[in-house]
């Protein structure tokens, strides 16, 4: 999860492109699957609905029939058609004759069972006249009663009631219907329903329907993963040149294709990527004039204050002269350490700062804690460049530096701790401007943390400082490994 903001926890988004697209897409797919399948369900279920109260009334209609046909035969001979009825076998219907209405156990209603049962009751009434007495139920298969004596369905010849009353292995519930004749005199009548209305549940979603939206949403999906990846491998070419240009690489001109967006970008890229580097060109040319130009003039001062007589104004024009020439070098400095072209490759950083601190073991003064997992890819000389100044600041003006490598997939952290006085907060950030130092500091240029920020921001990365507890300075070389 993502750190909580405003007292909310957010949900954990994809970050590529790719990523979010997919998800989008399959939202979407879900979403219009999921509206068209309660749509079509509901439609569904309504033909259904009509088909079984058809097929209900239909059935209702043969036993308006049947009973029509028991109550025209004298009662003596009710019986004998009962028994050649079930010797007959494979009838629709499992008929007997009871004394009174048998009980059973009547299953939960249902809007499908409902429907049904008004359905039999109004042809029925409409058939065999609307004061008829009748008993319509649903009765499961397990607790079905056949006659007075309370027979169940396993305990009759399967040629009397198996083959009309039950569906193996799904064994669907039983309507039975039960008719006052005469006095004393019930016609019972049970049945199943005719497929496909057997079970009367409300089934979901087809198998097959689950399967057609699994297979459309993952085609779907697999075809937006193509394009998608087809449309961003210009971006990732872009990225990567965008990343090498920053690391100072001679970066080659960017091909522009991909949608008409992606090509303007590129061809964007291209411009800036000529403006860049010819001013790199200039700014190089105008140091190397400078530093050329400046020389002789300086040089030449001077020769003449070696030939003043006065002392004291010839000390004072020697020390003008010296911060001159410290201003230049220092500047001329600054521009070559962080302008270094190299090519990037992938470096090994326990073998660069095992060859920064190798000499200062014996002494004691620095100790190394931690290795890098994996090589970083960057720039050999910048880097070691950069590290180089980050120690030696320590070891100026803190007498010792204690290193510690936090390594991961993310990033590599360099912390660089020392025993020195600090910076004030309020400094920090002044620390890195170019010949700036703090009250006491009088050596060196004051041009190291400068150019290792300036390296560091190169590659992605950042120095930051923060003063210890227990006194001293860490400064801490962040370098990503990847950049978004």
């Given at each position: 999860?993502?750190?909580?903001?405003?007292?909310?926890?957010?949900?954990?988004?994809?970050?590529?492109?790719?990523?979010?697209?997919?998800?989008?897409?399959?939202?979407?797919?879900?979403?219009?699957?999921?509206?068209?399948?309660?749509?079509?369900?509901?439609?569904?279920?309504?033909?259904?609905?009509?088909?079984?109260?058809?097929?209900?009334?239909?059935?209702?209609?043969?036993?308006?029939?049947?009973?029509?046909?028991?109550?025209?035969?004298?009662?003596?001979?009710?019986?004998?058609?009962?028994?050649?009825?079930r010797?007959?076998?494979?009838?629709?219907?499992?008929?007997?004759?009871?004394?009174?209405?048998?009980?059973?156990?009547?299953?939960?209603a249902?809007?499908?069972?409902e429907?049904?049962?008004?359905?039999?009751?109004d042809?029925?009434?409409?058939?065999?006249?609307?004061?008829?007495?009748i008993?319509?139920?649903?009765?499961?298969?397990?607790?079905?009663?056949?006659?007075?004596?309370?027979?169940?369905?396993?305990?009759?010849?399967?040629?009397?009631?198996?083959?009309?009353l039950?569906?193996?292995?799904?064994?669907p519930?039983?309507?039975?219907?039960?008719?006052?004749?005469a006095?004393?005199?019930?016609?019972?009548?049970?049945?199943?329903?005719?497929?496909?209305?057997?079970?009367?549940?409300?089934?979901?979603?087809?198998?097959?329907?689950?399967?057609?939206?699994?297979?459309?949403?993952?085609?779907?999906?697999?075809?937006?993963?193509?394009?998608?990846?087809?449309?961003?491998?210009?971006?990732?070419?872009?990225?990567?040149?965008?990343?090498?240009?920053?690391?100072?690489?001679?970066?080659?001109?960017?091909?522009?294709?991909?949608?008409?967006?992606?090509?303007?970008?590129?061809?964007?890229?291209?411009?800036?990527?000529?403006?860049?580097?010819?001013?790199?060109?200039?700014?190089?040319?105008?140091?190397?004039?400078?530093?050329?130009?400046?020389?002789?003039?300086?040089?030449?001062?001077?020769?003449?204050?070696?030939?003043?007589?006065?002392?004291?104004?010839?000390?004072?024009?020697?020390?003008?002269?010296?911060?001159?020439?410290?201003?230049?070098?220092?500047a001329?400095?600054?521009?070559?350490?962080?302008?270094?072209?190299?090519?990037?490759?992938?470096i090994?950083?326990?073998?660069?700062?095992?060859?920064?601190?190798?000499?200062?073991?014996?002494?004691?003064?620095?100790?190394?804690?931690?290795?890098?997992?994996?090589?970083?890819?960057?720039?050999?000389?910048?880097?070691?460049?950069?590290?180089?100044?980050?120690?030696?600041?320590?070891?100026?003006?803190?007498?010792?530096?204690?290193?510690?490598?936090?390594?991961?997939?993310?990033?590599?952290?360099?912390?660089?701790?020392?025993?020195?006085?600090?910076?004030?907060?309020?400094?920090?950030?002044?620390?890195?401007?170019?010949?700036?130092?703090?009250?006491?500091?009088?050596?060196?240029?004051?041009?190291?943390?400068?150019?290792?920020?300036?390296?560091?921001?190169?590659?992605?990365?950042?120095?930051?400082?923060?003063?210890?507890r227990?006194?001293?300075?860490?400064?801490?070389?962040?370098?990503?490994?990847?950049?978004?």
């Open positions: 999860m993502r750190p909580r903001t405003e007292g909310r926890w957010r949900l954990p988004l994809p970050r590529s492109l790719l990523g979010r697209m997919l998800l989008l897409t399959l939202l979407v797919v879900l979403l219009a699957q999921g509206l068209s399948s309660v749509i079509w369900l509901s439609q569904l279920r309504a033909s259904q609905m009509e088909g079984l109260v058809a097929s209900a009334r239909s059935l209702a209609h043969s036993m308006s029939a049947s009973v029509s046909y028991f109550r025209s035969l004298p009662v003596a001979y009710r019986p004998m058609v009962l028994d050649q009825l010797s007959m076998g494979g009838t629709r219907f499992v008929v007997s004759l009871n004394d009174k209405p048998l009980g059973m156990q009547v299953l939960p249902t809007p499908r069972k429907a049904v049962i008004d359905a039999v009751a042809v029925l009434h409409q058939r065999l006249g609307a004061q008829l007495e008993s319509i139920q649903f009765v499961s298969p397990q607790d079905l009663r056949i006659f007075n004596s309370g027979l169940k369905l396993d305990e009759l010849p399967r040629s009397w009631a198996h083959y009309a039950t569906l193996e292995p799904i064994n519930p039983v309507l039975v219907t039960q008719i006052r004749l006095e004393g005199e019930w016609l019972y009548i049970a049945s199943l329903l005719p497929e496909p209305y057997t079970s009367l549940e409300e089934q979901g979603l087809p198998s097959q329907q689950l399967w057609f939206i699994v297979l459309t949403s993952s085609f779907l999906l697999l075809f937006i993963g193509l394009l998608v990846h087809w449309q961003s491998r210009p971006l990732k070419r872009l990225a990567l040149a965008a990343r090498e240009m920053s690391l100072g690489a001679d970066v080659e001109p960017v091909t522009e294709g991909g949608g008409s967006e992606v090509e303007e970008v590129g061809r964007a890229f291209n411009a800036m990527r000529e403006r860049i580097s010819r001013y790199l060109t200039e700014r190089s040319q105008l140091f190397s004039a400078i530093s050329h130009d400046l020389r002789t003039p300086i040089t030449r001062l001077r020769l003449r204050v070696e030939l003043l007589d006065d002392e004291q104004l010839q000390a004072k024009f020697g020390r003008d002269l010296d911060e001159l020439e410290m201003l230049v070098k220092g001329l400095q600054c521009v070559k350490d962080t302008d270094i072209h190299e090519n990037i490759e992938r090994d950083l326990n073998q660069v700062l095992e060859c920064l601190v190798e000499p200062y073991l014996g002494s004691g003064q620095i100790t190394l804690e931690g290795r890098a997992q994996a090589p970083y890819p960057g720039k050999p000389l910048a880097l070691k460049r950069c590290i180089g100044n980050l120690i030696d600041n320590a070891l100026k003006y803190g007498e010792r530096a204690h290193l510690r490598i936090l390594d991961s997939d993310i990033g590599f952290v360099l912390q660089v701790d020392d025993e020195g006085p600090g910076v004030p907060e309020q400094r920090q950030e002044q620390v890195f401007e170019p010949h700036f130092r703090l009250a006491g500091q009088q050596q060196g240029y004051g041009l190291g943390l400068g150019i290792a920020r300036n390296i560091a921001h190169s590659h992605g990365g950042e120095v930051s400082l923060r003063n210890l227990e006194g001293g300075l860490r400064v801490t070389l962040s370098l990503p490994r990847s950049v978004d």
